[in-house]
């Protein structure tokens, strides 16, 4: 530090000063202060010897903070980082570059739900949203077209036949009908389909064991037993009368189970229908319409199912009511044993 760095103060430690010294060490002075050591204040102050010490200065101001953070900002890579693979894109983009899926969330019209911007339906207020693209077999369409140019479908959906419910989709959300040429297409192939033949076969069976009348109590299992053998009594003197030499009676065409044993059978039959659906699990596609057709088109007719979607693993009635059917999902049976 320069020898011209340096202040004076008083050895009492006041800190007052009287005077400037302009520069110290050259035998030049000016102010009040005498080279003798003390101040001129015409006697009525007594002088007092000084003291010198260091100056310390602060160290030099740092960069301000918001200039260091325009900094770091600018180290940082700029755009929009995908939520499921990190890739980063353009600080515009809507869909990522590299995994194709939506990384951002837009405005429901009906409702004002946020929605994934590839989502074509609304699972908050159950609206199709998508005013460009036919929802029936997914081609594209101008806002002058009232039905769709590819599978002439009408924009404002298909009243099913069969239950006169409103749909939006090629099958119909209350009973399955299918509604449009395509559906019954998708069907029609399936039905070659020998995992879908079984498939129909077991909800056949199910519907079967659905209609049987357990035996629910042991006064019932003695009343069902006392039929029994009066039906063969009677079965018997018949062919008697008929001059039948050697009367056989027929075992009847099936008994009636236990609740134990008509619950063990459904529960061995979902087994087996959960076994095939898994088989018929449909793959991720690129259009949500054609992944809601072929989905509806497996759908096991006569069974209280679920749809199990891979876009939020939730269990819809079916994929008319997830938003994004194309990830892929699988059907479920619900049915109570």
Known sequence: MADNDI???????????????????????????????????????????????????????????????TQAQ???PSGTPCPYCGTMNEAEAMYCASCGRAIRSVLCPYC?????ADADYCE??????????????GAHFTAADTFCPSCGSPKGGIVCPVCNTLNDFSFCKQCGHPLTHEAQAIMQKLSQNKVYQELQRLTEEYQRLNAVLPVSSEQEEVREKQSEELRRRVLLLLQQDAGVPSPEVPE?????????????????????????????????????AKARNYAMACKPQGVRTGWVCNYKHAVHSSPCGCAKPQLGGKWIVLSKS
Do not use: W
């Not at 030049?28 to 010490?53: F, M």
């Not at 009636?256 to 596609?285: G, I, N």
């Open 7 to 69: 202040t004076y103060k008083p050895a009492d430690g006041s800190g007052q000063q009287s005077g400037d010294i302009s520069q110290y060490g050259n035998g030049s002075q000016s102010g009040d202060y005498q080279q003798s050591g003390g101040y001129s204040d015409a006697g009525s102050q007594q002088n007092a010897p000084l003291q010198r010490e260091r100056v310390r200065y602060a160290p030099e101001a740092s960069q301000p903070q918001a200039q260091v953070q």
């Open 74 to 76: 600018s180290r940082q």
């Open 112 to 116: 004002g739900e946020m929605i994934d």
């Open 124 to 137: 908050q207020c159950h609206h199709y949203v998508k005013s460009d693209t036919c929802s029936f077999c």
């Open 252 to 288: 009847p065409a099936e008994a009636r189970p236990s609740e134990a044993q008509l619950k063990e059978d459904k529960e061995k039959l979902v087994m087996q229908l959960a076994s095939l659906l898994d088989k018929m699990q449909m793959p991720a596609m690129k259009s949500p």
